[in-house]
Protein backbone atom coordinates (compact mmCIF):
# COMPACT_ATOMS: atom_id res chain seq x y z
CA UNK A 1 0.00 0.00 0.00
CA UNK A 2 1.43 3.50 -0.85
CA UNK A 3 2.51 5.48 1.98
CA UNK A 4 0.83 8.24 0.64
CA UNK A 5 -2.99 6.60 1.70
CA UNK A 6 -3.89 7.08 5.29
CA UNK A 7 -7.06 4.33 5.81
CA UNK A 8 -9.27 5.92 8.00
CA UNK A 9 -9.05 9.70 6.54
CA UNK A 10 -11.88 11.08 5.07
CA UNK A 11 -11.43 12.20 0.85
CA UNK A 12 -12.21 15.64 1.66
CA UNK A 13 -9.64 15.70 4.33
CA UNK A 14 -7.09 14.48 2.25
CA UNK A 15 -7.76 16.35 -0.94
CA UNK A 16 -7.56 19.77 1.80
CA UNK A 17 -3.88 18.38 3.13
CA UNK A 18 -3.05 18.04 -1.03
CA UNK A 19 -4.25 21.50 -1.43
CA UNK A 20 -2.72 23.28 1.26
CA UNK A 21 0.75 22.61 -0.45
CA UNK A 22 -0.50 23.46 -3.96
CA UNK A 23 1.18 26.46 -5.45
CA UNK A 24 -1.33 26.81 -7.53
CA UNK A 25 -4.25 27.62 -4.84
CA UNK A 26 -3.95 31.21 -4.32
CA UNK A 27 -6.16 34.14 -3.01
CA UNK A 28 -8.72 35.24 -5.54
CA UNK A 29 -6.96 38.52 -7.51
CA UNK A 30 -8.83 41.53 -5.78
CA UNK A 31 -7.49 44.07 -8.43
CA UNK A 32 -8.14 47.90 -7.45
CA UNK A 33 -9.73 46.19 -4.38
CA UNK A 34 -6.78 44.48 -2.80
CA UNK A 35 -5.25 45.62 0.64
CA UNK A 36 -8.84 47.85 0.86
CA UNK A 37 -11.23 47.34 3.83
CA UNK A 38 -14.15 46.08 2.83
CA UNK A 39 -16.10 49.15 4.23
CA UNK A 40 -13.39 51.36 1.68
CA UNK A 41 -14.89 49.21 -1.33
CA UNK A 42 -18.13 49.96 -0.13
CA UNK A 43 -17.83 53.49 -0.01
CA UNK A 44 -15.79 53.85 -3.21
CA UNK A 45 -17.55 50.92 -5.50
CA UNK A 46 -21.33 50.68 -4.09
CA UNK A 47 -22.74 49.42 -7.54
CA UNK A 48 -20.13 46.59 -7.72
CA UNK A 49 -19.81 45.84 -3.73
CA UNK A 50 -23.92 45.16 -3.76
CA UNK A 51 -23.27 42.85 -6.95
CA UNK A 52 -20.48 41.34 -5.09
CA UNK A 53 -22.63 40.38 -1.86
CA UNK A 54 -25.69 39.65 -3.61
CA UNK A 55 -25.04 38.01 -6.55
CA UNK A 56 -20.79 37.25 -6.59
CA UNK A 57 -20.93 35.26 -10.21
CA UNK A 58 -22.28 38.51 -12.02
CA UNK A 59 -18.79 40.49 -10.76
CA UNK A 60 -16.59 41.47 -13.25
CA UNK A 61 -14.38 44.37 -12.36
CA UNK A 62 -11.14 45.71 -14.83
CA UNK A 63 -8.42 43.83 -13.14
CA UNK A 64 -10.33 41.95 -10.33
CA UNK A 65 -10.26 37.86 -11.00
CA UNK A 66 -13.89 36.76 -11.88
CA UNK A 67 -15.14 33.87 -10.13
CA UNK A 68 -15.38 31.66 -13.29
CA UNK A 69 -12.14 32.27 -13.79
CA UNK A 70 -10.87 31.17 -10.15
CA UNK A 71 -13.50 28.05 -10.40
CA UNK A 72 -11.66 27.08 -13.63
CA UNK A 73 -8.13 27.62 -11.87
CA UNK A 74 -9.34 25.56 -9.20
CA UNK A 75 -10.87 22.57 -11.30
CA UNK A 76 -7.24 22.74 -13.25
CA UNK A 77 -5.61 22.57 -10.23
CA UNK A 78 -7.74 19.31 -8.67
CA UNK A 79 -7.31 17.58 -11.75
CA UNK A 80 -3.53 17.90 -11.82
CA UNK A 81 -3.68 16.89 -7.87
CA UNK A 82 -5.86 13.86 -9.30
CA UNK A 83 -3.42 13.17 -12.13
CA UNK A 84 0.05 13.43 -9.63
CA UNK A 85 -1.55 11.66 -6.74
CA UNK A 86 -3.64 8.77 -8.65
CA UNK A 87 -1.74 6.12 -6.98
CA UNK A 88 -2.53 7.69 -3.42
CA UNK A 89 -6.01 7.71 -4.04
CA UNK A 90 -8.63 5.63 -2.98
CA UNK A 91 -12.17 5.55 -3.41
CA UNK A 92 -14.47 3.40 -1.01
CA UNK A 93 -18.48 3.01 -1.18
Given at each position: ???????????????????????D???????????????????????????C?????????????????????????????????????????
Open positions: MSSCWRPGLFFGITVLMLALTYVFGELCQGPWQGLAESEVALRWPLEWSARTAPQTLDLDGRETLAALYALVADALDDLVIRYRDCIRVHP
